[in-house]
């Protein structure tokens, strides 16, 4: 008899799966990063030529862009798989589910949170963001946006058995977002400013531990509910 | 073999999902070898494929890909990948997209996990929905091949059974 994959394989199997799966469905995943660029453009253009002013207003118009995005992407994450069965499938998995939430959560995203770390610098320049702060709005989307794929998980998961959860989802998760807005927006601030931005930074580093170490259990048992 | 049955709305669908742990019982517990399942969590899937009302199956996957998971996730049987595929008449549909067969095709496919997977307790709910006779003749030869392997088979179906020299218990809800 053959065994069953290691924790490992069965991670990176569905996480390849997932950006497969992404690959196949380009156009549904290209929305956020495009909405992101959207909403972004046009800030501008609303509020005239007046460069410091949009320089000012850069850091939150970018955190604000990329928390919307990242809320429409949301319900991908494992809408597609409860109405096809497939979630119920990987419920029955033998391995635990946390671990498999782990993976898609990853894969997700991989599919919306790293184009926005790619886009980001352009739009950045666009508004005329200093270029000493421009380092820190990388690093804030790299660890924040993970974040926001993770506490939306929950949400997600919470809600993907409710026939209209879109206005619940938002309800629940927005609230938690609150935090990596404060800290990320307030680094770009400092490192626009010249002063420190380590505090913030660490801050953000330490809430992307606890989310990557907690909310795939929470997920998992949130799924279990959804589920049942 | 047990076959469960009952009309519409009896509980069939919810007495099979709380035996595969996916549904929560108002009172008592399901038991394994002793254990309950909820402590046997990973040990107890393993040893259990169910095919419920969804396929489970992506429709943007192909059937290999679909069937790749299904393996990845279970205990992988010692069957060629394109042997189940034959053993289901799907064989030349390996590379195709799911979104293209038809609902019957795609119920094989998703019983086809059963032979992808090493499993001892097999739970279908209404396995033979979508199903031709040829197909569904097809899976009671399965069937009766697993139940002579020592291993358990819990459904529900609203179609005839025939499965010859099998012992079959009834349970009516």
Redesign the interface.
């Given at each position: 008899m053959s065994h069953r994959l290691s924790l490992s394989q069965a991670f990176t199997f569905l996480l390849r799966r997932d950006l497969l799966l992404a690959m196949r469905n380009r156009a549904e995943y290209a929305n956020p990063v495009l909405f992101f660029i959207l909403v972004i453009t046009l800030f501008p253009l609303a509020l005239g030529p007046v460069p410091e002013l949009l320089a000012r207003i850069a850091p939150g118009i970018i955190w604000v862009a990329a928390l919307l995005a990242a809320m429409l992407s949301l319900d991908s994450i494992f809408r597609s798989d409860f109405d096809d069965g497939s979630l119920e499938q990987m419920l029955l998995s033998a391995h635990p589910v946390a671990v498999l939430v782990l993976a898609k959560v990853c894969a997700h995203w991989m599919v919306t949170g790293l184009p926005l770390l790619l886009v980001a610098p352009l739009l950045a320049g666009m508004l005329g963001m200093p270029a000493q702060a421009q380092g820190t709005l990388l690093l804030t989307i790299l660890i924040g946006t993970p974040v926001l794929s993770f506490i939306g998980s929950i949400g997600v998961a919470l809600t993907v058995g409710l026939p209209k959860g879109g206005i619940i989802l938002s309800l629940l998760v927005l609230p938690l977002y609150v935090p990596i807005l404060i800290f990320a927006t307030s680094a770009i601030e400092n490192a626009a400013s010249g002063f420190d931005v380590s505090a913030q930074i660490y801050m953000l580093l330490a809430i992307l531990c606890l989310a990557i170490s907690l909310t795939p259990w929470a997920t998992a048992a949130a799924l279990r509910m959804s589920t049942s | 073999m047990l076959l469960v049955e009952g009309a519409n709305g009896s509980g069939k669908t919810s007495l099979l999902?709380i035996l595969?742990?996916?549904?929560?019982a108002d009172s008592g517990e399901v038991l394994w070898r002793g254990e309950t399942i909820d402590r046997l969590?990973?040990?107890y899937?393993?040893q259990?494929t169910?095919v419920?009302?969804?396929?489970?199956?992506?429709?943007?996957?192909t059937c290999l890909?679909n069937l790749r998971?299904?393996r990845?996730?279970?205990?992988?049987?010692?069957l060629d990948l394109d042997e189940v595929l034959e053993r289901v008449k799907l064989y030349s549909y390996g590379d195709t997209d799911v979104a293209n067969l038809s609902a019957g095709q795609k119920r094989r496919l998703a019983l086809a996990r059963l032979l992808a997977t090493?499993s001892t307790l097999w739970i279908l709910d209404e396995p033979f929905t979508s199903l031709d006779k040829a197909s569904m003749a097809l899976f009671e030869d399965l069937f009766t091949g697993h139940l002579q392997q020592q291993g358990m088979i819990v459904m529900t179906s609203h179609h005839d059974i025939s499965m010859p020299g099998q012992s079959l218990l009834r349970l009516r809800l």
């Amino acid at each position: 008899m053959s065994h069953r994959l290691s924790l490992s394989q069965a991670f990176t199997f569905l996480l390849r799966r997932d950006l497969l799966l992404a690959m196949r469905n380009r156009a549904e995943y290209a929305n956020p990063v495009l909405f992101f660029i959207l909403v972004i453009t046009l800030f501008p253009l609303a509020l005239g030529p007046v460069p410091e002013l949009l320089a000012r207003i850069a850091p939150g118009i970018i955190w604000v862009a990329a928390l919307l995005a990242a809320m429409l992407s949301l319900d991908s994450i494992f809408r597609s798989d409860f109405d096809d069965g497939s979630l119920e499938q990987m419920l029955l998995s033998a391995h635990p589910v946390a671990v498999l939430v782990l993976a898609k959560v990853c894969a997700h995203w991989m599919v919306t949170g790293l184009p926005l770390l790619l886009v980001a610098p352009l739009l950045a320049g666009m508004l005329g963001m200093p270029a000493q702060a421009q380092g820190t709005l990388l690093l804030t989307i790299l660890i924040g946006t993970p974040v926001l794929s993770f506490i939306g998980s929950i949400g997600v998961a919470l809600t993907v058995g409710l026939p209209k959860g879109g206005i619940i989802l938002s309800l629940l998760v927005l609230p938690l977002y609150v935090p990596i807005l404060i800290f990320a927006t307030s680094a770009i601030e400092n490192a626009a400013s010249g002063f420190d931005v380590s505090a913030q930074i660490y801050m953000l580093l330490a809430i992307l531990c606890l989310a990557i170490s907690l909310t795939p259990w929470a997920t998992a048992a949130a799924l279990r509910m959804s589920t049942s | 073999m047990l076959l469960v049955e009952g009309a519409n709305g009896s509980g069939k669908t919810s007495l099979l999902r709380i035996l595969t742990g996916l549904g929560l019982a108002d009172s008592g517990e399901v038991l394994w070898r002793g254990e309950t399942i909820d402590r046997l969590a990973g040990d107890y899937f393993e040893q259990v494929t169910y095919v419920g009302h969804h396929d489970g199956i992506k429709r943007e996957l192909t059937c290999l890909e679909n069937l790749r998971l299904a393996r990845a996730m279970g205990i992988p049987s010692a069957l060629d990948l394109d042997e189940v595929l034959e053993r289901v008449k799907l064989y030349s549909y390996g590379d195709t997209d799911v979104a293209n067969l038809s609902a019957g095709q795609k119920r094989r496919l998703a019983l086809a996990r059963l032979l992808a997977t090493d499993s001892t307790l097999w739970i279908l709910d209404e396995p033979f929905t979508s199903l031709d006779k040829a197909s569904m003749a097809l899976f009671e030869d399965l069937f009766t091949g697993h139940l002579q392997q020592q291993g358990m088979i819990v459904m529900t179906s609203h179609h005839d059974i025939s499965m010859p020299g099998q012992s079959l218990l009834r349970l009516r809800l």
